[in-house]
C-alpha cells in the first residue's frame, strides 16, 4: 500500500539492527485517517470471505483492527496479555514467546466470543517472528471457529513469521513488506496489498 510506505519512509525511524519504529502513526500515536484507510484495503482483500470477526492482540494491534472490523461490519476482538479480575467464565489460551523481549506471556480470549460458526480475519500491526499470529491462531482454533487469513500491517520479510503462519495453512496479506535495512534506511519488497 504506496500511502502507508511513504509513511513509513517519512516518518519511520530504523533502530539498530533489525526494528521499525513507528510510534508517531502506528504504536504510540495513532493517525486515525491512515488507519481508517489501511483497515479499508485489508477488508477489502477479504470482504466476498464470510468474515464473521476480526480477532487481534493487545495493544498495537488493536488499532488497525478496529477499522477492519468497522469496514467488514463485524465485531473485532483483541486477546489479552494479562489475566482480567472480570475474566470469570471460559477462557481460550495460549503461550506467545516474544523474541523481542525474551518472555513467554500467556494471551487469552473469552470463549463466549468465539464458536464454531465464526469465520476469522487475524490483523496485527507488526509481522516479525510470528509467535503473536501463532498464538492467535490456536486460541481461534480452541473455539472450533475458522480462519480467512491473517492480515498485517507491517511485515519484515527478513524474520521467519510469514513462512511459520503459511506452514500452518493460514495465508498472510501484508500492507507493506521490508525486504532488508540497509544503512539505516527502509527497503521494501512489493506488498500484497
Ligand atoms: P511477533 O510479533 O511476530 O511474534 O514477533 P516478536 O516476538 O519479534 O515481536 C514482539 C513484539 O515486538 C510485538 O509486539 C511486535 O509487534 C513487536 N515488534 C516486532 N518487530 C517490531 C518492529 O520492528 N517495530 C516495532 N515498533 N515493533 C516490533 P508486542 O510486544 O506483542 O505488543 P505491543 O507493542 O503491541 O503491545
Known sequence: MQLLEQRILQNGNVLGENILKVDSFLTHQVDYQLMKEMGKVLADAYRDKGITKVVTIEASGIAP??????SLEVPMIFAKKHKNITMTEGILTAEVYSFTKQVTSTVSIASKFLNENDHVLIVD???ANGQAAK???EII???GASIAGVGIVIEKSFQDGRQLIEDLDVPVSSLARIEKFENGQVVFKEADL
Open 65 to 70: 483492527a478496529i477499522y477492519v472490523a468497522e
Open 141 to 143: 482454533q480452541q473455539a
Open 135 to 137: 498464538g492467535l491462531i
Open 125 to 127: 500491526d507488526f509481522l
